[in-house]
């Protein structure tokens, strides 16, 4: 990896993780003491999708593809909302047919990321070393192939770089939230 890119990119992730925060910081919270899950892990999750899910152009093309066409959206197994959930995932994990208009609902998203990190069965070990298989696993899901390309290294540097600095926590404490 070519640090100029791994600086670069840091910055936008304090930019995105910062805007992340300010939004959604009840929501993991929550989902994250209701299913016991280190609240550092979702939040690097859903900060690093958000850097990677486009503009606002993108992301209203994705409300109106899950709201108004939503046979299209199942038909292209589309990954949709904060976390970017590929709606096959969603079905697979919770056993029924999830809309793409649900995972739009960001709360619903949040409860879906943790949901599936809880099922993962390898975030216990509150080390940096389970950082790639926890990324590995949710971008790649069933896949599970290796990580190869230059961004999926990125995604596992930042989200390393989140968790061992404990950023989520770091803002939760400079903010002041009463959480």
Same mark, same amino acid.
């Given at each position: 990896m070519?640090? @100029?890119?791994?600086?670069?990119? %840091? !910055?936008?992730?304090?930019?995105?993780? !910062?805007?992340?925060?300010m939004k959604?910081? &009840? #929501?993991? =919270?929550?989902?994250? /003491?209701r299913f016991d899950i280190d609240p550092e892990i979702i939040f690097f %999750?859903?900060?690093n999708e958000q850097m990677n899910r486009g503009n606002c152009t993108t992301k209203l093309i994705e409300f109106f593809i899950a709201t108004f066409l +939503?046979?299209?959206? $199942?038909? /292209? &197994? =589309?990954?949709? @909302? %904060? @976390?970017?959930?590929?709606i096959s995932t969603a079905k697979n994990v919770f056993q029924?047919?999830? =809309? +793409? /208009?649900?995972? $739009?609902? +960001? #709360?619903?998203? $949040? !409860?879906?990321?943790?949901? %599936? *990190? /809880?099922?993962?069965g390898i975030f216990k070990t509150k080390t940096l070393d *389970? $950082? +790639? #298989?926890?990324v590995k696993a949710y971008i790649?899901? #069933?896949n599970n192939k290796k990580l190869c390309t230059r961004e999926q290294k990125l995604y596992v540097e930042l989200c390393k770089w989140s !968790?061992?600095?404990?950023?989520f926590n770091r803002l939760r404490r400079t903010i002041k939230v009463s959480c």
């Open positions: 070519i640090r @100029g890119d791994y600086t670069r990119y %840091l !910055y936008m992730y304090k930019a995105m993780g !910062y805007k992340v925060f959604y910081k &009840d #929501e993991i =919270l929550y989902y994250s /003491k %999750l859903i900060t +939503p046979s299209f959206a $199942i038909k /292209k &197994d =589309l990954s949709i @909302g %904060l @976390g970017q959930i590929k029924k047919n999830i =809309l +793409p /208009k649900q995972l $739009i609902n +960001p #709360e619903f998203n $949040i !409860y879906c990321v943790t949901y %599936l *990190v /809880k099922n993962m *389970v $950082i +790639p #298989e926890i790649l899901g #069933e !968790y061992k600095y404990s950023y």
